[in-house]
């Protein structure tokens, strides 16, 4: 693969390396992008997770959020990208991963410092006293589920119409200002606030490796070496190059 030792030299001499993952990551895992050909709003309709039409039809909304996320999403496994990803910040050449995911396949793989900047499936909420609850906690024959003090729970990724939960936020901006090397995976760059972090990590100085099939909205401005390739495929190569020639 063309530029692939030169990305090995960039992953290598990083002080703080950081990787920005979208739905491309993904996809090789089963699971379909929100957008796109064979995307999800393709089939759904978004308005069951928009913030309002879930406040006054929660029943409704879980019906087809399960069938949305609960399936497939819980159920994929993590694929080579998300295991590469995992082992590059295990051996010290990244610190840590910003994903616009919320299926938690990067923690699957092992990777440590994630942060969920659309938040998670598998932690819910109460919309009443604020009680956390895992997945594995929760009847999900209930249409919707209830907490204990009788308020319906509402998963905790970010809906249309709410904000970015303040503690990711932060600590991905604060990720993102740090990094000097930023390695772009499977996002067209096309959601804000999500979009402004490799800005922000540019004009901070980093380096940007980009990983999508097709151009992005950061192909031609930010990113300084781009694979036009599928997740696994690059990182399979870089694991082999990073293997051999820094062990």
Not at 21 to 30: D, L, M, R
Not at 61 to 70: A, P
Not at 174 to 190: N, P, R, S
Request: hydrophobic share 40%; glycine share 8%; net charge negative.
């Amino acid at each position: 693969m063309e530029n692939i030792k030169t990305a090995a030299e960039l992953i290598k001499n990083a002080r703080y390396g950081v990787a920005f993952t979208g739905a491309g990551v993904s996809v090789e895992s089963g699971i379909a992008p929100f957008t796109g050909v064979g995307g999800l709003w393709n089939q759904y309709d978004p308005k069951f997770i928009e913030i309002n039409f879930f406040q006054m039809h929660p029943a409704e909304s879980w019906r087809e959020m399960k069938k949305i996320f609960f399936t497939d999403m819980e159920e994929s496994v993590p694929n080579k990208a998300h295991e590469v990803i995992s082992a590059l910040e295990q051996k010290g050449f990244l610190k840590g991963v910003i994903t616009q995911n919320i299926d938690g396949l990067h923690q699957k793989a092992g990777s440590k410092n994630v942060q969920e900047f659309h938040g998670t499936i598998h932690t819910l909420s109460c919309t009443g006293c604020g009680k956390k609850y895992s997945l594995d906690d929760i009847d999900l024959n209930e249409e919707p589920p209830y907490c204990i003090c009788g308020g319906v729970l509402k998963p905790d990724f970010v809906f249309y119409g709410e904000g970015i939960p303040f503690m990711p936020y932060q600590k991905s901006v604060e990720m993102a200002q740090k990094t000097d090397l930023m390695i772009i995976v499977g996002t067209a760059g096309q959601v804000m606030p999500a979009c402004s972090l490799p800005l922000a990590a540019k004009e901070h100085g980093a380096k940007i490796i980009e990983v999508n099939p097709q151009p992005s909205a950061f192909t031609g401005t930010v990113t300084d070496l781009y694979f036009p390739v599928k997740a696994t495929e690059f990182f399979s190569k870089l694991e082999e190059e990073l293997l051999s020639r820094f062990k």
